[in-house]
């Protein structure tokens, strides 16, 4: 048997949970990020390595589907419902746009970084 058989299971759901609340994915009390995006390389908490995680682009690709899909037919629904003026349009929807963008992308890091903690990507799974 390997090491990871051996090692303890990790519950993927609360792991991507604290994840999106930006905290740790072991301990889930200890701040994930450091800044806006920026990830600490231990938990201050319970001293779990960060450090290895590979978000990279993942969730500004996952942040631009979810705002696109959500916003999209919402402005359809506007357009057609009231239809207010172009400069209107822009003014709302580009204010959410962002606002939304804004919200979801830390969240959307954190909750990616749970997932690769639980499933022992990137060198998460390294015992001792």
Partial sequence: MTDVTLAEERPTKPAILRGWRRKC???GTGPMLKSYLKVRDTCPVCREELHHHRADDGPA???ILVVGHLLAPL???VFETWRPSPIVMIEIFGVGTV???LYL???LKGA???YQ???RMYGFGKTG
């Fill in 112 to 114: 990616m970084i749970g």
């Fill in 117 to 119: 903690w639980a499933r």
């Fill in 25 to 27: 994915p072991n301990c």
């Fill in 75 to 77: 402005l359809h629904v």
């Fill in 99 to 101: 606002v939304l963008s």
């Fill in 61 to 63: 690709y996952l942040t």
């Fill in 105 to 107: 992308l830390p969240r």
